[in-house]
């Protein structure tokens, strides 16, 4: 799994893990869903009311829903949409500022090219072939799609890196109250705290 680090603007280095090419999929096939079914209640609640008028529901419901989803919702929702949350995505920035509405513009600009024109190949090429996993709107926005899941702090190679001295004796005794999980989070800052010196 790829990896960026961003520097924000306090100066802190934040490491994440870059979105792979299925989760994004993924996210955009439950945001179609949502539209879809968005757009089919809409349409049924408007052809109801508006019976025989199906053009006036279709322009002023369905199409707004249709075009204006992902920015508006990625803009007021810190730059998620449904499917991004679902699967814990986010659009951030890689110079560490907040994204602002032009980012998201752009990004959504080039998504008819990246994703509707193509069938989604130029968004395959992009991220696949890209070093931070980026199609051409996040490209030209200076954006990345990142995930903000957890990960695992015990794995078998945090355990395995711990070198054991049989005569040591601790400095400060009271360390032994500590359990093993949170030793592995002071050793993880502890690496951070050397990688990124400031």
Known sequence: ????????????????????????????????????AASAITFGIGSA??????DIVLHFTIVPIVTLYTILFEFLNNGRSLGKMALGLR????????????????????????IYLSAG??????????????????????????TLKKTNRMRLENLLRISTHDKYVPVYPEVVRLNEET???????????????N
């Open 91 to 114: 659009v951030i920035r890689i110079d560490g500022e907040t994204p602002t509405f032009y980012d998201y513009l752009m990004r959504w600009v080039f998504r008819g090219i990246d």
């Open 49 to 54: 009311i508006f019976y025989g008028s199906s």
């Open 183 to 197: 030793m592995l989070i002071v050793k993880e800052v502890l690496n951070k705290s050397r990688k990124y010196p």
């Open 1 to 36: 799994m790829k990896e960026i680090d961003i520097t924000t603007t306090q100066n802190i280095t934040i490491n994440y893990q870059l979105a792979s090419v299925l989760e994004r999929s993924l996210a955009y096939i439950i945001d179609a869903l949502i539209i879809a």
């Open 121 to 146: 190949a130029i968004a395959f090429i992009g991220i696949i072939s890209s070093a931070n996993n980026q199609r051409t709107g996040d490209l030209l926005a200076n954006t990345v799609v990142v």
